[in-house]
């Protein structure tokens, strides 16, 4: 060591002395060398004269603020372990700029003596060859002894120094700085395991600022507990569901918080279990509030028993609905959708728009094709749970083993073929808005028992399930059925009746607001014209007449459905009486006289007729189911439930 020090000693001075360069040199080191000389630096200088004002530097440590903070214990670690050793560890920037320099007592006290201090530059064209600026341009670990270094007051120091690289950019440098004299053959290997500790460090940050950012914009609230139930992370929508401020709610346990209250006690036992939960409702009480929420909790596993517990994510039932509202339940229709300037038919409109205005359950009743749904859906939309789902179910249209499971919801298992997880019945889709039951009268009786129930409990229990879920929905229902009759042959429960019809509507039938036909006509041909983007087509007065003769079996739907075909059959600019009078269904007169009689007694026979028309169907077809089908409108498998109903299999 001794001859190497001597032997580059005197390059050194025959450097500085004659202005040559001696060869012989590490590589690194000569090339420096050459192009501090290229510099025309003041080699006699005994102290670093380049030091930054106290303003520029705090303004270079704020901006390497981040870089600070996860390096500075790693290097205390490391002053720490070389304590008495007479060196300093020193963080600069990529400048490279000292930033920070700490050590023991006396190695400060050197360092300063040099101005190796904070503040301090250590650019190659300012003070010539030093490990700072080699690290910087080689891109590498460097390490600096003595008379390798270009200027007079840093020979009797030895230097090693790492670049820190981050997204393949030098942010930084780390040094090892002491009097030659302390020079160790392990400062370098330091150096380098502690830039990796930083590099590591910044990628781990950067990993947990990304996970971070990804918690804080998710829409539902998470929040991870420990074993012991310490709330170690929770995101802002979360303590936002909770009532409380994401500090108050850190550290905190949440047993404590959820106390010993009824209504906690299953979200805690599958806590304290380890148990999944998937999707499920839950009713929490925190203090006075009651906050109803779908929950997911997947216990986390780890061989350290000190990195075990739960990820929660909850999701408040309002912003479950406002998402299922905007996607699968949406009400379409409005009042303003709605046209007729019949007397009675005005007072439906008005009696329906009162109906919107209270949250009472609403029965409608009125033939096929008359406009319940749309009438449903405009009631709903001028309520107060506009913004919440709307989700509509055909009471007649499943079979009688689905209908329960539709419903009210089932869990895993509950029969075969269930989905995994479960699924959530039309009740809990629809909670904070309105579930219509089309068909209603059509339910099987045991079915209209369960209903009651969920409508007197305000709540559902899913099939296979033994939680109970409570629910706030709007009711409102509709039938084609005679609802009276069904009531006295004890087809339909009384009491459902009750309380399903708080609020009853009657629509007319078609046939019973004849005034209304030309602007129903009208109506729809120009609607239909503009959804098939073909020019307005008018209607031949004849058709208008024609239309006011018929009786409407099939009521609006029936007129509308007419007005699709026909247009689209037509090449002329006008719907003449031609197309028209093949989809007007001739009815007997004696069908006629029924449908009188049916009108007058607000449709007491719509059974007897609705079997008439079956029969006359199935004669005019040759027996054939699905064309008979077709011309009711209705499906082969409600054509086959009527069939048994009227005792025609």
Same mark, same amino acid.
């Given at each position: 060591?001794?001859?190497?020090?001597?032997?580059?000693?005197?390059?050194?001075?025959?450097?500085?002395? &004659?202005?040559?360069?001696?060869?012989?040199?590490?590589?690194?080191?000569?090339?420096?060398?050459?192009?501090?000389?290229?510099?025309?630096?003041?080699?006699?200088?005994?102290?670093?004269?380049?030091?930054?004002?106290?303003?520029?530097?705090?303004?270079?440590?704020?901006?390497?603020?981040?870089?600070?903070?996860?390096?500075?214990?790693?290097?205390? &670690?490391?002053? /720490?372990?070389?304590?008495?050793?007479?060196?300093?560890?020193?963080?600069? %920037?990529?400048?490279?700029?000292?930033?920070?320099?700490?050590?023991?007592?006396?190695?400060?006290?050197?360092?300063?003596?040099?101005?190796?201090?904070?503040?301090?530059?250590?650019?190659?064209?300012?003070?010539?060859?030093?490990?700072?600026?080699?690290?910087?341009?080689?891109?590498?670990?460097?390490?600096?002894?003595?008379?390798?270094?270009?200027?007079?007051?840093?020979?009797?120091?030895?230097?090693?120094?790492?670049?820190?690289?981050?997204?393949?950019?030098?942010?930084?440098?780390?040094? =090892?700085?002491?009097?030659?004299? /302390?020079?160790?053959?392990?400062?370098?290997?330091?150096?380098?395991?502690?830039?990796?500790?930083?590099?590591?460090?910044?990628?781990?940050?950067?990993?947990?600022?990304?996970?971070?950012?990804?918690?804080?914009? =998710?829409?539902?609230?998470?929040?991870?507990? @420990?074993?012991?139930?310490?709330?170690?992370?929770?995101?802002?929508?979360?303590?936002?569901?909770?009532?409380?401020? #994401?500090?108050?709610?850190?550290?905190?346990?949440?047993?404590?918080?959820?106390?010993?209250?009824?209504?906690?006690?299953?979200?805690?036992?599958?806590?304290?279990?380890?148990?999944?939960?998937?999707?499920?409702?839950?009713?929490?009480?925190?203090?006075?509030?009651?906050?109803?929420?779908?929950?997911?909790?997947?216990?986390?596993?780890? +061989? %350290?028993?000190?990195?075990?517990?739960?990820?929660?994510?909850?999701?408040?039932?309002?912003?479950?609905?406002?998402?299922?509202?905007? &996607?699968?339940?949406?009400?379409?229709?409005?009042?303003?959708?709605?046209?007729?300037?019949?007397?009675?038919?005005?007072?439906?409109?008005?009696?329906?728009?009162?109906?919107?205005?209270?949250?009472?359950?609403?029965?409608?009743?009125?033939?096929?094709?008359?406009?319940?749904?749309?009438?449903?859906?405009?009631?709903?939309?001028?309520?107060?749970?506009?913004?919440?789902?709307?989700?509509?179910?055909?009471?007649?249209?499943? +079979?009688?083993?689905?209908?329960?499971?539709?419903?009210?919801?089932?869990?895993?298992?509950?029969?075969?073929?269930?989905?995994?997880?479960?699924?959530?019945?039309?009740?809990?889709?629809?909670?904070?808005?309105?579930?219509?039951?089309?068909?209603?009268?059509?339910?099987?009786?045991?079915?209209?028992?369960?209903?009651?129930?969920?409508?007197?409990?305000?709540? #559902?229990?899913?099939?296979?399930?033994?939680?109970?879920?409570?629910?706030?929905?709007?009711?409102?229902?509709?039938?084609?059925? @005679?609802?009276?009759?069904?009531?006295?042959?004890?087809?339909?429960?009384?009491?459902?009746?009750? /309380?399903?019809? #708080?609020?009853?509507?009657?629509? +007319?039938?078609?046939?019973?607001?004849?005034? %209304?036909?030309?602007?129903?006509?009208?109506?729809?041909?120009?609607?239909?014209?503009?959804?098939?983007?073909? +020019?307005?087509?008018?209607?031949?007065?004849?058709?208008?007449?024609?239309?006011?003769?018929?009786?409407?079996?099939?009521?609006?739907?029936?007129?509308?459905?007419?007005?699709?075909?026909?247009?689209?059959?037509?090449?002329?600019?006008?719907?003449?009486? %031609?197309?028209?009078?093949?989809?007007?269904?001739?009815?007997?007169?004696?069908?006629?006289?029924?449908?009188?009689?049916?009108?007058?007694?607000?449709?007491?026979?719509?059974?007897?007729?609705?079997?008439?028309?079956?029969?006359?169907?199935?004669?005019?077809?040759?027996?054939?189911?699905?064309?008979?089908?077709?011309?009711?409108?209705?499906?082969?498998?409600?054509?086959?439930?009527?069939?048994?109903?009227?005792?025609?299999?």
């Amino acid at each position: 060591m001794a001859t190497a020090y001597r032997e580059i000693r005197s390059k050194w001075e025959e450097l500085h002395r &004659n202005q040559q360069l001696i060869k012989e040199l590490p590589m690194d080191i000569q090339d420096s060398w050459q192009r501090s000389m290229q510099y025309h630096i003041d080699y006699r200088m005994k102290t670093n004269p380049y030091i930054c004002t106290n303003r520029e530097l705090g303004a270079l440590q704020e901006n390497s603020a981040h870089l600070i903070s996860l390096a500075l214990p790693i290097m205390e &670690n490391l002053s /720490r372990f070389v304590a008495g050793t007479g060196f300093v560890v020193l963080l600069a %920037d990529a400048t490279p700029c000292a930033l920070k320099v700490i050590g023991d007592r006396d190695a400060l006290a050197w360092a300063t003596k040099t101005h190796l201090v904070e503040g301090s530059m250590w650019q190659e064209n300012l003070l010539g060859t030093n490990a700072g600026s080699l690290a910087k341009d080689l891109g590498r670990p460097v390490s600096v002894y003595g008379y390798e270094h270009f200027s007079l007051f840093a020979v009797s120091s030895a230097a090693s120094c790492s670049p820190i690289i981050y997204h393949n950019k030098i942010i930084g440098i780390i040094a =090892m700085v002491a009097p030659f004299a /302390r020079v160790s053959n392990h400062t370098l290997g330091m150096v380098v395991a502690a830039s990796n500790h930083i590099e590591s460090a910044l990628t781990l940050n950067k990993i947990s600022e990304y996970n971070r950012v990804i918690m804080e914009s =998710m829409s539902e609230g998470v929040l991870v507990v @420990d074993t012991n139930g310490k709330i170690t992370y929770i995101n802002k929508n979360c303590a936002d569901i909770l009532g409380q401020n #994401v500090a108050f709610l850190t550290g905190n346990n949440i047993y404590t918080l959820l106390g010993n209250l009824e209504e906690n006690q299953y979200f805690i036992n599958s806590l304290v279990r380890g148990r999944t939960m998937t999707d499920e409702s839950v009713v929490l009480s925190l203090g006075k509030r009651k906050i109803r929420c779908n929950i997911t909790s997947t216990p986390l596993e780890s +061989p %350290d028993s000190n990195d075990s517990g739960t990820v929660i994510i909850l999701r408040e039932s309002r912003r479950i609905g406002r998402l299922i509202g905007s &996607n699968i339940g949406k009400a379409k229709m409005s009042f303003d959708d709605i046209m007729g300037k019949n007397r009675e038919f005005q007072q439906v409109i008005r009696n329906s728009k009162a109906a919107a205005r209270s949250d009472s359950n609403v029965l409608l009743l009125g033939e096929s094709g008359t406009g319940k749904d749309v009438l449903a859906q405009a009631i709903h939309n001028a309520s107060p749970r506009r913004d919440h789902p709307f989700v509509a179910i055909n009471c007649a249209a499943l +079979p009688r083993e689905l209908i329960a499971s539709e419903l009210f919801g089932y869990e895993e298992g509950a029969f075969t073929g269930a989905r995994k997880g479960g699924n959530m019945g039309k009740f809990e889709l629809a909670d904070q808005g309105t579930i219509f039951l089309d068909e209603i009268g059509d339910m099987p009786l045991d079915l209209q028992a369960s209903l009651l129930r969920v409508l007197e409990e305000k709540s #559902v229990m899913r099939l296979g399930g033994s939680k109970i879920n409570m629910i706030n929905t709007r009711v409102i229902a509709a039938t084609n059925k @005679d609802i009276e009759a069904a009531l006295e042959r004890n087809t339909f429960r009384r009491d459902l009746f009750y /309380r399903l019809g #708080v609020i009853r509507i009657k629509i +007319p039938a078609l046939r019973e607001r004849k005034d %209304d036909i030309p602007l129903l006509a009208r109506y729809f041909a120009d609607s239909i014209c503009r959804r098939i983007n073909i +020019p307005a087509k008018s209607l031949n007065p004849e058709v208008i007449e024609a239309f006011k003769e018929y009786e409407w079996p099939g009521n609006v739907r029936e007129l509308q459905n007419i007005l699709e075909g026909v247009i689209q059959l037509s090449d002329k600019d006008d719907i003449s009486l %031609d197309l028209v009078k093949d989809y007007l269904i001739t009815i007997p007169e004696e069908e006629k006289g029924r449908q009188k009689k049916h009108t007058e007694q607000k449709a007491l026979t719509l059974d007897e007729l609705e079997k008439h028309l079956i029969l006359q169907y199935l004669a005019e077809s040759d027996n054939n189911k699905n064309e008979t089908a077709r011309k009711l409108g209705i499906s082969r498998r409600t054509l086959y439930r009527r069939l048994g109903k009227y005792g025609l299999i």
